[in-house]
């Protein structure tokens, strides 16, 4: 891998910002080619700490960022109202709290400046929210699920250092954050270890043995005249009144050996979207290629962007027009579409300043690997004293996963699905100590929890829905995920070769 430069911060540049941050991310800059994220991130991975990539945005662009972490200072998982602490060099602790606290304070003690001409994640915490999570949000009853596999509600890392990677300059930046009583004392040695790290960056050449994985043949949770029955019980719910639409999952479950970041590449490769993530903490991993956020805060901008409305790609241009022509002028797509933009709206309102909720892009035409999608933005202003949790807890599930309206529909999926979704159908990413958040929806993903894989997938139920066409949508989204992992358990040992 070459390189051209390197830039870093000055401690005078930082003194403006000492007096009113706790804390301050000191940074070096340099230029990389053939900077491989993968291989990068198997590199820097140590198995018995938890470690992620979220790499997304189109690559060639200015938002196209890879940001690696590995070695976080503390992580943390939630289940039940129980919340674990495990320290870097592996302290544990248990105690009954709420989350939300646990979450602000953390950000609240190191809250950095937005540095500018930086990337938009220099550290914080990483991880995924649950579906579940959405209890803990709401004073509305929802149902007790079964939860065989021992799924946590949150899993999260704090980071104070990472890697991010700027795939449209081809700069790579190096974080430290650094509390800002000790950055006089301790910038020329910070920037010392920023510049080892960067020495092993650079020495990430090559290819790489990719660790091995294999799995039995995946099988659905529900054939197809068992989920038929459920979509009649949904439609029978939507004829009472009771909602007007039902996401409705139907997971696929393997036994599986070895790790998911071997089938990191291949699912990267045939499935790029604007949000590809490896996760790992103990016994859990997930990876997955969503296309869609949940929410992303900058400054105090909101952006949410609902995809509603599915089609298979075609197997050549006509097919794929005609399936385009299709989608677009459904009047079933459009009510479901139009369904999911209203509750996007309200869920935004509940954190935004009145009369701020916009949609500023509708009903466009999104193609991906195996489906296409029309999706929409709707954007807002944050309100001046709202916490990313409170962002969190107001969108969380997106109506794309529930249903509307949300709190009906996901009493109804509890009932009907009667399992842990997890972070199928929640959400994944990063909350910045600079204020800014980026979470995707926890889509088009497999996860694993010991030695049982999952990959997940639904379909949208509304009055006229039929089941069998729902049933091969569902399998529809999830064949991306689906194709990789069979893929990768067909190939055997493999390699990663560095990427160009």
Do not use: W
Not at 22 to 29: E, K
């Amino acid at each position: 891998m070459d390189f051209f430069g390197g830039y870093h911060m000055t401690f005078e540049q930082l003194k403006p910002y000492l007096n009113d941050y706790p804390a301050v991310p000191v940074t070096l800059q340099f230029q990389a080619t053939a900077f491989d994220p993968i291989a990068v991130t198997q590199a820097f991975d140590n198995p018995d700490h938890p470690c992620f990539l979220l790499t997304g945005k189109p690559k060639k662009t200015e938002d196209g960022y890879s940001f690696i972490g590995f070695n976080p200072v503390e992580s943390f998982t939630y289940r039940n109202g129980e919340l674990t602490t495990t320290t870097k060099d592996g302290h544990v602790s248990r105690e009954t709290t709420a989350l939300k606290p646990v979450i602000e304070g953390i950000l609240t003690a190191n809250r950095t400046p937005r540095l500018p001409a930086m990337p938009p994640f220099l550290g914080g915490l990483a991880g995924y929210f649950s579906y579940d999570y959405a209890k803990y949000a709401t004073t509305a009853q929802l149902p007790q699920v079964t939860d065989p596999m021992n799924l946590n509600d949150a899993d999260l890392v704090l980071v104070n250092q990472v890697i991010a990677y700027n795939h449209a300059t081809q700069t790579v930046t190096l974080s430290q954050i650094v509390p800002t009583p000790k950055v006089a004392e301790k910038y020329d040695a910070v920037i010392a270890k920023l510049t080892a790290l960067k020495d092993r960056v650079l020495a990430v050449t090559g290819e790489r043995p990719l660790p091995s994985f294999s799995m039995t043949p995946l099988k659905l949770q529900f054939s197809l005249s068992e989920f038929t029955e459920k979509v009649a019980e949904t439609k029978q719910h939507i004829l009472d009144g009771d909602i007007f639409q039902l996401i409705l999952s139907n997971p696929q479950h393997a036994k599986m050996t070895g790790s998911l970041f071997g089938v990191v590449p291949t699912l990267f490769r045939e499935s790029p979207s604007p949000y590809q993530f490896y996760f790992r903490h103990g016994n859990f991993e997930t990876i997955g290629a969503s296309p869609e956020t949940l929410i992303t805060k900058r400054d105090r901008t909101l952006f949410t962007y609902p995809l509603a409305g599915t089609r298979r790609r075609g197997k050549d241009q006509r097919e794929d027009d005609q399936f385009a022509e299709e989608l677009t002028h459904s009047p079933k797509e459009l009510s479901e579409h139009n369904m999911l933009i209203d509750l996007g709206r309200n869920d935004l309102g509940a954190v935004s300043e009145f009369g701020s909720v916009k949609v500023t892009a509708y009903r466009h035409l999104l193609k991906f690997a195996n489906v296409m999608h029309m999706g929409s933005v709707v954007e807002s202003r944050a309100k001046k004293d709202v916490s990313a949790v409170d962002i969190i807890n107001a969108v969380l599930p997106a109506g794309t996963l529930s249903g509307a309206p949300k709190i009906s529909a996901m009493q109804i999926i509890g009932k009907l699905e009667n399992r842990k979704r997890g972070v199928y159908g929640g959400c994944l990413g990063y909350l910045g100590f600079d204020g800014d958040l980026d979470l995707c929806i926890g889509i088009r993903l497999a996860y694993r929890q010991d030695d049982n894989l999952v990959v997940h997938s639904g379909a949208g139920i509304v009055a006229d829905s039929i089941a069998k066409y729902e049933y091969q949508e569902f399998n529809n989204k999830a064949s991306a995920v689906v194709n990789a992992v069979k893929e990768t358990a067909a190939k055997g040992d493999v390699t990663h070769a560095l990427s160009d």
